[in-house]
């Protein structure tokens, strides 16, 4: 899938600086009992002052703190977005180098906990990339096997690995995580699949203190996301997520409409020269008659199983092809018309 990589990077580095992006990702996707120890109200993300001028350069880090329950600790949150076509084999001693400036910088700055210790850090690499990742999460797993005795000596750390691709098929879940919908919408194929979730977003980011949320989210979707997934179509001028919504549910209906007047066509033409080959053996003026007859079959068929690829996928349009194939013209017509409303495949047949 191409990408507009540094439009990603703007724009997940935008989303990703809203306090309520981050708890979700960590409450959601950081399965670890210690996770209910953090006290989420207390995020705030690590400014300039403490960031060391290394650290401050990079464009695809973003860094949080937030306090443990009960002893008002900080634990650091260390994001890096990650958002190359392929793992990056040395991520792990990248993560070290990064984590390291961190604590330096921290160390500078006088954020030692009460015992005069480092504070912990959760090394997290959000990955966007079209490969599966492979690459070692910790970095003594890049060090060549030490004889006996000096593997005590291995630099270890490992980093929290979150790959999108491995949330692909994951529904949307019925309790509000914004970052579920934000794979949901890089995982998005179809422009129905998009306005569903947009339908879900426009309810979760309804409240007043929540509009600077939902513009970094009307800007991502408009400038990144729908670009690469609907070409051709202007979103410069809307402003917000339900006007995004409202658009793309117009252009889905017309969309519709297109593809089943061009299959009607299609099929036509094509019966109408199968009517006229046959024709030249039985007679012209039959033949044209049944040319015509099965063109407008063919071409209902046409555009059924197009509509079903569409909104259900190949696999579906393949499974039910026969089907279709055997159907009349007025069944394939009934059929076309109950796929705009049909939640499932089988909605259409029934």
């Not at 966007?128 to 690459?135: E, K, T």
């Not at 998005?188 to 600077?212: C, G, T």
């Not at 989210?217 to 001028?237: E, H, N, S, Y």
């Not at 033949?287 to 690829?309: N, T, Y």
Request: hydrophobic residues 40%; charged residues 35%; negative net charge.
């Amino acid at each position: 899938m191409s990408r507009n990589t540094k439009g990603h990077d703007h724009g997940y580095k935008l989303l990703f600086s809203h306090p309520e992006m981050v708890a979700d990702l960590i409450r959601g996707y950081v399965r670890e009992p210690w996770v209910e120890r953090l006290d989420f109200s207390t995020l705030h993300r690590v400014g300039d002052g403490y960031v060391s001028d290394d650290l401050r350069e990079r464009e695809d880090d973003v860094v949080w703190r937030v306090r443990w329950q009960g002893d008002g600790h900080w634990l650091y949150i260390y994001l890096l977005l990650e958002f190359q076509s392929r793992p990056d084999p040395f991520m792990a001693l990248r993560m070290l180098t990064y984590v390291g400036l961190l604590y330096e910088d921290l160390r500078k700055g006088d954020q030692l906990t009460p015992s005069g210790r480092l504070p912990p850090v959760l090394p997290v690499v959000l990955y966007s990339g079209d490969r599966r990742w492979g690459a070692a999460t910790d970095v003594a797993d890049l060090i060549e096997t030490i004889p006996g005795g000096l593997e005590h000596y291995r630099p270890r750390m490992r980093y929290l690995l979150l790959d999108e691709s491995r949330h692909r098929d994951d529904p949307l879940p019925e309790v509000r995580n914004l970052v579920s919908a934000l794979f949901a919408l890089e995982n998005s194929r179809e422009p129905r699949d998009i306005e569903r979730v947009l339908a879900r977003l426009v309810a979760w980011l309804e409240l007043p203190q929540q509009m600077r949320l939902r513009r970094s989210f009307t800007v991502w979707i408009k400038r990144v996301l729908l670009p690469a997934r609907v070409p051709g179509v202007d979103f410069k001028q809307v402003l917000d997520l339900q006007e995004v919504r409202s658009m793309l549910a117009e252009r889905v209906k017309e969309w519709t409409m297109d593809w089943k007047q061009q299959g009607i066509e299609e099929g036509r033409k094509v019966g109408i020269e199968e009517g006229r080959k046959e024709g030249r053996k039985e007679g012209r003026k039959e033949g044209r008659k049944e040319g015509r007859e099965e063109g407008l079959k063919e071409g209902e068929a046409a555009v059924l199983l197009r509509l079903i690829e569409r909104k259900f996928g190949a696999e579906a349009a393949e499974a039910h092809r026969a089907r279709i194939d055997q159907a009349d013209a007025d069944t394939l017509l009934a059929w076309s018309e109950r796929i705009l409303t049909a939640e499932r495949v089988e909605e259409i047949f029934t």
